[in-house]
């Protein structure tokens, strides 16, 4: 008779279950132009460990679900695209 081995499985990092949402605006051209992009968090505060290692000029905005909304586009319009 063979014995069977049971694994245990051993947990080493623990997250809080909440799942999130985020949308990168983004634009460029045929050229290979591109101007940097607007990141959109879930959230009422913006978590600075979230920018860490950032491409150069991106932005952030924070909105209640992680969508883009009339005043985040007009502020990436504004902003970056002119």
């Keep these: 008779m063979l014995l069977q081995q049971e694994v245990q ?12 949402q985020v949308n990168i605006m983004a634009c460029g051209n045929a050229a290979g132009q591109a101007i940097p992009p607007m990141v959109i ?8 460990a979230w920018t860490a290692n950032k491409v150069p000029g991106t932005k952030y905005g924070l909105s209640n679900k ?4 009339t005043d985040l586009f007009e502020g990436w ?3 970056l695209f002119f």
């Design 41 to 48: 968090f879930d959230a009422k505060k913006l978590n600075h």
């Design 66 to 69: 992680g969508w883009i909304n």
């Design 77 to 79: 319009l504004v902003e």
């Design 9 to 20: 499985k051993k947990v080493t990092n623990r997250a809080s279950g909440k799942k999130g």
